[in-house]
């Protein structure tokens, strides 16, 4: 029912959130054979380590990022403020490398935030 009122939110956020486990897949798989392997090590130092960085990064963001959608039930405002903090953290932690998740996932925020629920009129007790 919440997810109908609220569809372009959990579009944007589902999108986001498929993203990211498509991304957090493929670096895992990328930097772990470049690790292992002596043929595919990736150019430098610094850089295997920011890509291991990247990678945390994705992950620890998809899991808060799962724990968050199921709070949404729970509170819309405050699941899109945990969504807006994610996204700018995301972004700024990993200097653009998520640019296009992190940027649905404040949108989605900042819609979670801004976008009213319909409420149903109540009646007074006592009226007709």
Same mark, same amino acid.
Request: without cysteine; aromatic residues 6%; hydrophobic residues 60%.
């Given at each position: ?13 589902? !999108? ?5 486990? $498509?991304?957090? =897949?493929?670096?895992?798989?990328? $930097? ?5 392997? &002596? ?7 610094? %850089? ?11 992950? *620890?963001?998809? *899991?808060?990022?799962?724990? %968050? &959608? ?10 899109? #403020?945990? /969504? /807006? ?5 995301? /972004? ?5 490398? =998520? $640019?296009?998740?992190?940027? #649905?996932?404040? *949108?989605?925020? !900042? $819609?979670?935030?801004?976008? #009213? ?5 109540? %009646?007074?007790?006592?009226? =007709?």
């Amino acid at each position: 029912m919440i997810i109908i009122k609220r569809l372009p939110e959990f579009l944007l956020l589902g !999108v986001g959130l498929s993203l990211q486990l $498509l991304i957090a =897949t493929v670096l895992i798989v990328n $930097l772990s054979v470049a690790t292992v392997s &002596t043929q595919l090590p990736l150019p430098g130092v610094g %850089t295997q380590a920011f890509a291991w960085f990247v990678f945390a990064v994705h992950l *620890i963001g998809l *899991i808060l990022l799962i724990i %968050t &959608t199921f709070h949404i039930k729970k509170s819309a405002r405050k699941a899109g #403020l945990r /969504l /807006l903090i994610i996204g700018a953290i995301m /972004l700024i932690a990993t200097l653009g490398a =998520t $640019l296009i998740q992190s940027v #649905l996932f404040i *949108i989605a925020g !900042v $819609l979670f935030i801004v976008r #009213l629920q319909e409420r149903v009129p109540s %009646t007074a007790a006592g009226s =007709t």
